[in-house]
């Protein structure tokens, strides 16, 4: 099954209407106990457990079973409650008994997005965002030689690198350069943007390190089902690590 076809219904064939679907799960943890607090230190195990509340829906070992199942996550932390709060989004419902119960803080609040949007609709948005760049290899480099991805450190820049996958109206999907867009424009003065503290893991994932930055402001939806696409899908890098979720209102 295509679990992102099923989040992306579209609900026109003109194109001026689509519909998104959705599981999501707000967890609210004790950043005190054990289970949550490995999972702040260590990226990989966020990523962790993030996907424990997906189990046996994919068979082990099959590829990029986080896509398959359309799973997104973003997580903030409230110092003074000593508390993650970590929302989950997918295709499929979650099930989350094996989280310890003593980790929980409250009692996770499922909830099922089932939302149409048309064209110039207005939502506001929030989204934790891995921003880099691609430096090409220097020359010289061997044939294949990949680029290194650089991650962006200044507010202005990550708001270039936001502003780069707006869509305004009549404008496709993708972009010249080959930027895939949004399906959404925006007042470009009124997206905030906030740098966020990395994210890393140690050995066995010795060098995963993620740069991360919050953007919020207001959108308006020039491409429904483009918008849709985004939604479910996320933007950007490191959706596995809890980027690229766009939440909206």
Known sequence: MNTNTTASDVSSSAGRAARFV???TLL???????FVG??????????RTVMSGFP???NDGSPDPRAQMGILSTW???????????VVQSSLPADWSGVPRAALAERPEPLTVDRTF???D????????NPVRSVPPPPGAPPKTRGTRVPHTRPEHVKGWFVRRLQPPGEPA??????????ADADTDRIAVRMLPNTSSPAPHKGLRIARAEIKGALTVTDPKTFVAALAQGIGHARAYSCGLILVR
């Open 22 to 24: 959705a599981a999501q």
């Open 28 to 34: 609210s943890l004790d950043a005190r106990h054990p």
């Open 38 to 47: 490995k999972s702040l230190v260590d990226a990989q195990d966020m990523h």
């Open 56 to 58: 046996g829906w994919v």
């Open 76 to 86: 903030t932390v409230d110092l003074r409650q000593a508390q993650l709060n970590l």
């Open 118 to 120: 048309r064209f110039g």
């Open 122 to 129: 207005r939502v506001t948005f929030r989204t934790v965002v």
């Open 174 to 183: 993708v972009a010249p350069d080959g930027v895939t867009r949004i399906g």
